[in-house]
């Protein structure tokens, strides 16, 4: 396991999220430094989805803390909401209004300086220059998720989370997003992300880590970790919790 003796920006401690009676997380602890690039795997049901949105403010845990650059996220959401960019499976963006509309609308929300100046660098940089003025709702499903990404880094924030970012991209998007979460690194952001794409995950992070049952099983970083060896490791961990 990884020694994280840095204060956390990001600090999870014995969460549990219960949804009835499935713990979706159970008894959780996760701490990720600053600058880190974290990517956590593992099986449908194994909580992550759940874990990104109590670490979002989303959804509140059953029980546990969750500190996010010291502010208890129950207490100090205000305060934590402008550290945090969500990029989840939905686009979580306005289909009737116009991509520029979409990014100068949260820029606003966000209180965002030159929010004109913001909307078009973030279009160019996701590729959508030339749509910028287009309604989304014409959008494809990979223009739309380009979209989310430049949403959630409008307001240029502290710690990136992403869940399942490349679902229904096709190449060219993701190289481009593979781009974007490079510069994010060499920023010095944070990033949490969760996919099922183990060489790419291992690739774009500082630290991989698998969850299963709700509780991280694994977790070390990537300087020299072997793929071949990490993917028999991965599917003996998921094979041993009997999904």
């Not at 997380?25 to 600058?35: E, Q």
């Not at 009737?96 to 929010?115: G, H, I, K, P, W």
């Not at 630290?207 to 049952?213: D, P």
């Not at 020299?224 to 999904?243: I, P, S």
């Amino acid at each position: 396991m990884i020694d994280n003796r840095e204060q956390p920006l990001i600090h999870v401690d014995n969460a549990v999220k219960r949804f009835g009676r499935v713990a979706a997380v159970n008894g959780m602890d996760l701490r990720v430094n600053p600058g880190e690039t974290l990517t956590i795997f593992g099986p449908n049901g194994a909580g992550k989805t759940t874990l990104l949105r109590m670490i979002a403010g989303l959804t509140q845990p059953t029980s546990g803390q969750i500190t996010i650059d010291s502010f208890p996220l129950d207490t100090h959401h205000d305060e934590v909401r402008g550290l945090l960019g969500y990029i989840s499976h939905q686009s979580l963006v306005y289909d009737q209004l116009t991509a520029r509309e979409n990014l100068l609308f949260f820029a606003e929300l966000y209180r965002v300086a030159d929010s004109c100046g913001v909307a078009k660098k973030l279009l160019g940089d996701v590729g959508l220059t030339s749509r910028a003025d287009d309604i989304v709702k014409t959008f494809s499903r990979g223009m739309k998720q380009r979209l989310s990404i430049a949403r959630a880094l409008v307001h240029s924030p502290t710690i990136v989370l992403l869940d399942e970012p490349f679902t229904g991209l096709d190449q060219h998007a993701a190289d481009m997003l593979m781009k974007t979460l490079s510069r994010l690194s060499d920023e010095g952001r944070t990033v949490v992300m969760i996919t099922h794409n183990l060489d790419v995950g291992i690739d774009m992070s500082s630290r991989v880590a698998i969850q299963v049952a709700g509780k991280i099983s694994f977790d070390s970083p990537t300087d020299g970790l072997n793929h071949n060896e990490f993917r028999d490791l991965y599917f003996k961990t998921v094979g041993e919790a009997h999904y």
